[in-house]
């Protein structure tokens, strides 16, 4: 018996007797949960919660960029060139058109790249699965034009597109209501950040020191915060 079989069997018989009231519909050992809770705190339009989230990712120490989708390949290439980046890792499923504009070299999202070879890294970009505008939060899901979670974890730079207003959310709970549990979440709310007991601040000490936001106009949609 594996360790995990040893503790699944024990958090099994810890259940055993929660009363079947208490169980959610007939999935054995799960308790039900009241969801009555405010999914949104205020009422806001979507240009106002796009600005809310921009706000909150430059409180966390991001760096917030802003353009439409024809500028796109030219801001981000911008980008790549004041921070000197010669390389920049690419995931599989990334526009190709985003990069068009870059002249840095496009390293690919590779299953036997070493911690090494990704920390030689000058950049990378990705894209985002959904950001929540109340907590300045940016969720990675492992999806192609995100790659796998540890290219945004050891290069020192991290260019992430959020596309506007479609990727927006205003509140935690609407953006767990887009994700898949079963993917590899990665939750982001700025650079990789830690304090001693001092509270004396160093960033990169988990995950890139520099966190790069673009925010890109798209078509307009649905009112992002109802």
Do not use: F
């Not at 409180?59 to 000197?84: E, F, K, N, W």
């Not at 899901?141 to 290219?151: K, M, N, T, Y």
């Amino acid at each position: 018996m594996s360790s995990r079989e040893r503790i699944l069997g024990r958090v099994r018989r810890a259940l055993a007797d929660v009363p079947a009231a208490e169980r959610q519909d007939d999935t054995p050992y799960k308790q039900a949960v009241p969801r009555d809770y405010v999914r949104v705190h205020g009422d806001r339009s979507v240009a106002e919660t796009v600005d809310l989230l921009a706000e909150n990712l430059a409180d966390y120490r991001a760096i917030v960029h802003r353009c439409t989708a024809g500028d796109l390949s030219v801001t981000i290439a911008g980008m790549l060139a004041a921070r000197g980046a010669k390389t920049v890792l690419v995931p599989p499923g990334l526009d190709a058109k985003w990069l068009s504009a870059a002249e840095a070299e496009r390293v690919p999202d590779l299953a036997g790249s070493t911690p090494d070879e990704l920390d030689r890294v000058d950049s990378v970009v990705t894209a985002c699965a959904v950001a929540v505008a109340e907590t300045g939060t940016i969720v990675l899901d492992g999806s192609p034009d995100q790659g796998r979670r540890r290219i945004t974890l050891v290069p020192d730079h991290h260019i992430c597109v959020v596309r506007v207003p479609e990727q927006v959310v205003s509140s935690v709970p609407q953006a767990l209501e887009r994700l898949d549990p079963a993917r590899p979440l990665t939750w982001i709310s700025g650079p990789s950040a830690t304090s001693d007991i001092e509270l004396d601040r160093v960033e990169g000490v988990h995950g890139p020191r520099t966190l790069e936001v673009v925010l890109v106009d798209g078509q307009e949609s649905a009112d992002v915060s109802s």
